[in-house]
């Protein structure tokens, strides 16, 4: 079974374009729903005598957020996608785009159900599964536009032509 190791973290890197803007919009939105709970994490964050307050820091903590989400996000889905096209052959599907978004739900379920666990005593129960949600939203795009452009790749290789020396 071939690799498509290159291929999957190009693929990947273009469906993470998607993720990354879907995510950050997420975030943005987030943080202005939930913007008492995040003032409250900031505030607890804040050293003592420092002169700075949650109202002042928080536009950069916003930027930052969108920022980190978008830039991480860029970054994870180059490597997931490497890893979807380095494992093509095992994953569960009977196409590319099936065994995508396949792998994009494994991935959605890793990341968001279980790692996002650890977020919901800081941030609580509405933060978790807003993320959940849109989590499973910008994780099949992004197995949607692999499973897309990975199909187009299978589809266009051809079989090798063996060469008999001129026979």
Do not use: C, H
Not at 1 to 9: C, I, N, Q
Not at 59 to 72: K, S, T, Y
């Amino acid at each position: 079974m071939p690799r498509y190791t290159r291929s999957g973290a190009v693929y990947g890197l273009l469906g993470s374009l998607v993720f990354a803007l879907i995510s950050a919009v997420s975030v943005y939105l987030l943080f202005s729903a939930l913007k008492p709970e995040i003032m409250k994490v900031i505030a607890s964050s804040i050293p003592p005598g420092s002169g700075l307050t949650a109202q002042q820091l928080y536009p950069a903590a916003l930027a930052v957020a969108v920022a980190l989400v978008a830039i991480i996000s860029l970054i994870a889905g180059t490597i997931f996608g490497a890893i979807y096209g380095y494992a093509y052959g095992g994953i569960p599907g009977s196409t590319p785009f099936r065994k995508a978004i396949v792998f994009s739900l494994i991935l959605w379920f890793i990341v968001y159900a279980l790692v996002d666990l650890a977020d919901i005593r800081e941030y609580g129960i509405t933060y978790y599964l807003t993320n959940i949600g849109t989590g499973i939203i910008a994780s099949l795009a992004w197995g949607a536009i692999v499973g897309t452009l990975m199909k187009r790749k299978v589809e266009n290789e051809r079989e090798p032509i063996e060469d008999y020396g001129g026979l």
